[in-house]
């Protein structure tokens, strides 16, 4: 049974910064690749980030890019999402997931991905 548990969301000021972690068990994160989504309310379910299985390429949506940072530790099966200069519209639940497919090319679509974890609240005070 493949499980994971995202940790690190919580209330901030606009400026400030937080670091998620999403942390896997039940299958060997190093063979796959990761992507953080967030999902606002009423609103759809959005790309954020993704890596890739060894960690040498990363993706961003427009919106993120310049403020977070993915990045995975294979040895702890942990993904992570470092997001800095926090923007109220940063405000939503965000959720790690594992890609269904093992291939070189990362996805932002949420139908790639198989597995996802319950989401951590992320709140960003103006």
């Known amino acids: 049974q493949v499980q994971l548990v995202e940790s690190g969301g919580g209330l901030v000021q606009a400026g400030g910064s937080l670091r998620l972690s999403c942390a896997a068990s039940?299958?060997?994160?190093?063979?796959?690749?990761m992507a953080w989504f967030r999902q606002a309310p009423g609103k759809e379910r959005e790309f954020v980030a993704a890596?890739?299985?060894?960690?040498?390429?990363?993706y961003y949506a427009d919106s993120v890019k310049g403020r977070f940072t993915i990045s995975r530790d294979n040895a702890k099966n942990t993904v992570y999402l470092q997001m800095n200069s926090l923007r109220p519209e940063d405000t939503a639940v965000y959720y790690c997931?594992?890609?269904?497919?093992?291939?070189?090319?990362?996805?932002?679509?949420?139908?790639?991905?198989?597995?996802w974890g319950q989401g951590t609240q992320v709140t960003v005070s103006s």
């Open positions: 890596i890739s299985d060894s960690g040498g390429s990363t």
């Open positions: 039940g299958r060997t994160l190093s063979s796959y690749n």
């Open positions: 997931a594992t890609d269904r497919l093992k291939i070189n090319v990362l996805a932002v679509r949420p139908l790639r991905y198989d597995y």
